[in-house]
């Protein structure tokens, strides 16, 4: 064993002193950033890596997020998997369980003392004993808004769901929506659901032995309220994806909404005043004192079984978290995917990018914001390999559609989501 | 019979009802695709555009693989549908009219490979193709676009050989001519027709075809319309603009093929063949 340690920290020396004595090591990398900018600029790094070290040669294959859950498994299982894989938590567990992951431990440690990740980043990928994979970037839900629309309306930035409720109905008129809330069975009102969730106490949806902890009355208070919001919001809303949401308040149909990020379709699309837009925490429960919010921590996984590719995949990941390349990984979309590490908060190469200094105070509050971030199956410590398929099945937003569409009761609905992700938990 | 004014304005108002039906859509997204983009996402729609702007196309063309993903999907659904025809054809022909044992159980089985749901054999496939190497190979989108769409094809083409009256066959065999001749020479013109059809649903399909597209190619310079063109509008953030000129220029060869294969089949093929 301790031969075996030896020779593979003699092979990362070489490899990190760019040596070539012998064939380079060659890495795979797939990830799900296929829009041609992020696959050029993601490019732009890798030829840079490759050139400083010829021992090891990194090649992209993006794929996209709607196929690599079934294309991956298929790939691992026929020996041609890439070596490199990004990954949110959920697809970690199911890769995980086909036993194609190596866990990072050591990488994770080192990373963590060289740079400091935001701990809501890297707690989803540790568990069993081990970290599964090292975050790349975070994303995290907050409330967008139009300062001149607040202002006209003589109204504050709300903080709790009544100034909320209060300000949508104020900002309702002339045509206008004061809110755009999805209730489409899909992810993204998966996302918004449990952004009311986490403000009203109901973030962990396992108890402890593993068993649904779903129904309780934070969580029915949370789908009342969101129910209430959701009918000052577009009829069409009800089959809303990210896209449909974000236009509605590039349009300024939508007096607030809650995204990730709409800087990128404000500023292509839009071509409004950036001093107008406004971004703050999602509102909290009347009975809570802080917001918080949901995160998606995306990560990059070890999938390799090969020792000298683990080593090289090793300096890969290392050399992609120094803070003088980091910023420019980030900014393959500026406004969009925010630093996993303090030191990468603060990087020149992320702040010096235009369209981050463009909209400095709304990235400084996204960054803000996501220090709170929480996923749904990944806030207890322990992680259940469920958590997949409820994920899959998007029972949040089936359960918020037994409301709006079908008229049940929230109490009602709720009671039918914690049977149904007891059922899949079952299996 | 003449018409009444009444009727003729039903008709033309029927007409005009599946003429919008059928066009709204397609002028939708081509109109869209050429305004700019804050006319595009406004919630009050302007079905006449308000703006001009050709710079969704040169976006398009400029900063994305989106010819290369043509060409691909151009080669990949030509060649599956010329194999299609190539090898639904003969194969009709020898369920029509040849006898052999286990006919009518073979033709009738042929179709149980539209009862598994296509991505229970997606794994399966995976593993096979990528143990001959197939994998990441335009060739491997043929084989499975001809995989799917032959059954159907065959079926469909033997209904048209059952439309040829027996006389025209018989007449060909008194003057000595072999199964292969008859086949190409004679039925294959009189069920030009049928082959219009299949060469219409394999096109599309192969065209269309994304789960298998998704799995089986790799990289992005093989990439066919329907997968890369996913990637490029992207999930959280979609620009709408982008998203209409691909949706406006992958529809025109589909078009084209209507319009070509439509008028070039289908006019006066079986006229003054039975006198």
Redesign the interface.
């Known amino acids: 064993m301790r031969t075996r340690l030896l020779a593979v920290a003699s092979l990362a020396s070489m490899l990190l002193a760019g040596t070539a004595y012998a064939e380079p090591v060659s890495l795979t990398l797939w990830h799900m950033e ?4 992020r ?1 050029q600029r993601m490019q732009e790094l890798l030829d840079e890596f490759n050139k400083a070290h010829p021992g090891v040669q990194v090649k992209q ?7 690599v859950y ?2 991956a ?3 691992f ?4 998997g890439p070596d490199m894989l990004f990954t949110i938590p959920d697809f970690t567990t199911l890769i995980k369980g086909i036993d194609a992951l190596v866990p990072v431990d050591d990488l994770a440690k080192d990373l963590e003392a060289k740079h400091g990740f935001v701990p809501a980043t890297i707690a989803p990928y540790q568990y069993d004993g081990h970290t599964w994979a090292i975050p790349a970037y975070n ?1 995290a839900i907050s409330m967008w808004y139009r300062n001149s629309a607040l202002k006209a309306a003589g109204i504050e930035v709300p903080k709790t769901w009544s100034e909320w409720k209060a300000a949508a109905e104020k900002l309702s008129a002339d045509g206008k929506y004061g809110i755009g809330l999805p209730a489409n069975k899909q992810l993204y009102t998966d996302q918004t659901v449990y952004s009311f969730m986490v403000n009203s106490g109901a973030a962990d949806i396992y108890n402890e032995d593993g068993s649904i902890a779903f129904d309780k009355p934070q969580t029915v208070e949370a789908y009342q309220t969101y129910a209430d919001l959701q009918k000052l919001s ?1 009829p069409d809303s009800t089959s809303w994806t ?2 449909e949401a ?3 308040f ?2 300024a ?1 939508c007096g607030t909404i809650l995204q ?2 709409v800087i ?2 404000y500023e ?4 409004a005043d950036p001093a107008d837009l406004g971004v703050a925490p999602v509102p909290h429960a009347d009975n809570q004192s802080d917001s918080a919010t949901i995160s998606y921590s995306n990560a990059i996984m070890l999938t390799t079984k090969d020792e000298a590719k683990q080593a090289g995949a090793k300096v890969f990941l290392a050399w992609l978290l120094e803070p003088q390349n980091y910023g420019r990984f980030l900014t393959m ?1 500026p406004g ?1 995917f925010l630093p996993v590490t303090n030191d990468g908060a603060k990087a020149e190469s992320f702040w010096s990018d235009p369209i981050v200094t463009k909209y400095k105070s709304q990235v400084e509050t996204m960054v803000a914001n996501s220090q709170t971030g929480k996923l749904f199956g990944f806030t207890t410590g322990k992680v259940f390999p469920s958590i997949g398929a409820i994920s899959g099945q998007n029972v949040i937003a089936e359960t918020l559609q037994k409301i709006v569409v079908d008229g049940q009761s929230a109490a009602d609905a709720v009671k039918a989501g914690q049977a149904r992700m007891s059922e899949i938990a079952a299996k | 019979m003449k018409r009444t004014l009444p009727q003729s304005l039903a008709l033309y108002a029927g007409l005009a009802v599946i003429v919008l039906l059928i066009g709204l859509p397609f002028w939708w997204v081509m109109s869209g695709s050429i305004k700019l ?2 006319e ?4 009050v729609p302007t079905m006449v555009p308000q703006s001009f702007t050709l710079q969704h196309f040169e976006k398009l063309l400029q ?3 989106f010819p290369a993903y043509l060409v691909n999907s151009l080669l990949v659904a030509l060649f599956s549908t010329v194999f299609t025809i190539a090898l639904a054809l003969p194969t009709a022909y020898a369920f029509f009219r040849m006898k052999f044992p286990g006919r009518a159980a073979l033709y009738r089985l042929i179709l149980v490979a539209y009862a598994f749901p296509t ?1 229970v054999v ?2 399966p496939i ?2 096979l193709f ?2 001959f190497g197939l ?1 990441d190979t335009r060739a491997s989108l043929v084989i499975v676009n001809i995989a799917f769409a032959l059954p159907f094809s065959i079926w469909m083409m033997r209904s048209f050989l059952a439309s040829v009256p027996r006389d025209i066959e018989e007449a060909a065999i008194v003057d000595g001519a072999p199964p292969r001749v008859i086949l190409l020479r004679i039925m294959a013109p009189l069920i030009a027709p049928g082959i219009a059809s299949v060469a219409i649903f394999t096109f599309i399909a192969s065209w269309t075809e994304y789960l298998f597209a ?2 089986l190619i ?3 310079a093989r990439r066919t319309i329907p ?1 890369g063109f ?12 982008l998203l209409l000129a691909g949706a406006t220029l992958a529809t025109i060869p589909v078009v084209i093929l209507f319009a070509f294969v439509g008028r070039w089949f289908v006019t006066g093929l079986t006229e003054g063949a039975v006198k």
Not at chain 1, 61 to 67: K, L, N, V, Y
Not at chain 1, 77 to 80: D, L, P
Not at chain 2, 230 to 241: C, S, T
Request: hydrophobic share 40%; proline share 8%.
């Open positions: 296929q829009p041609p900018h696959v294959e993006p794929q996209s997020w709607g196929e079934a294309k498994p298929a790939a299982a026929a020996g041609n994303m577009p990210w896209g974000e236009a509605c590039a349009s149909s990730f990020s990128n379709t292509t699309q839009a071509e979309e969009l | 983009p804050r595009i996402i406004s919630r900063s994305t693989d991505v997606l794994i995976y593993g990528a143990r994998i998704s799995v790799v990289s992005d997968v996913a990637g490029i509008i992207g999930q959280y953030q979609i620009d709408w603009g």
